[in-house]
């Protein structure tokens, strides 16, 4: 069975930091690219970064220069650290099989997410 873990979110002043977490097994982590993908509320699935299974980034502009995207292949470990957090941020986030949207819904399976919630 896949399972994605996210884990790591919370309640943050914009302007701070959080570093998001997600554990995934039943699938071959090390050889898959993987992406973080939000839901802000009444919102639809946006993707936000994605990391090629040998490190290679990307980014949506939205967040391009604020978040990093990173993995740890030998502990099935992907993470998102985030930076000036804005309350455009506040979502739910999801890690994903796959480069984009369109392959993590391909992919078919989803975490529970992680709350993030950007708030004076």
């Known amino acids: 069975e896949v399972q994605l873990v996210e884990s790591g979110g919370g309640l943050v002043q914009p302007g701070g930091s959080l570093r998001l977490s997600c554990a995934a097994s039943?699938?071959?982590?090390?050889?898959?690219?993987m992406s973080w993908v939000r839901q802000a509320p009444g919102k639809g699935r946006e993707w936000v970064s994605a990391?090629?299974?040998?490190?290679?980034?990307t980014y949506a502009d939205s967040v391009k220069g604020r978040f990093t995207i990173s993995r740890d292949n030998a502990k099935n470990m992907l993470y998102l650290h985030m930076s000036s957090l804005k309350t455009d941020d506040t979502a739910v986030y999801y890690c994903?099989?796959?480069?984009?949207?369109?392959?993590?819904?391909?992919?078919?399976?989803w975490g529970q997410g992680t709350e993030v919630n950007v708030s004076s």
């Open positions: 994903a099989n796959g480069r984009s949207l369109v392959a993590a819904l391909s992919f078919g399976t």
């Open positions: 039943g699938f071959t982590f090390s050889s898959s690219a």
């Open positions: 990391i090629s299974a040998g490190g290679y980034t």
